[in-house]
């Protein structure tokens, strides 16, 4: 699945990915491939990307909002 990851400066992230988790107000969440629409708010924490290569990158968040919708997962990170 496509990930974005985009701050009000720049784009930090943008690739293929089989893995994401979130840091969800709720709690942390996953996203895998043909995961049914969603749009939520997100908490500061980490974000976990397991690339189709199996390589793990964090990134770092102070909050925002994620969207994922046919296989494409945007996060509007602060």
């Known amino acids: 699945m496509k990930v974005e990851i985009i701050t009000p400066d720049k784009t930090i992230f943008s690739g ?23 749009i939520t708010i997100l908490k500061t924490g980490e974000i976990k990307v397991q690339g189709n290569d199996e390589k793990i990158r964090l990134f770092q968040i102070n909050g925002g909002v994620v969207e994922v919708l046919k296989n494409k997962v945007l996060v509007l990170a602060e």
């Open 16 to 38: 293929e990915a089989i893995l994401v988790q979130l840091p969800g107000v709720d709690g942390s969440f996953e996203i895998l491939k043909n995961h049914a629409p969603l």
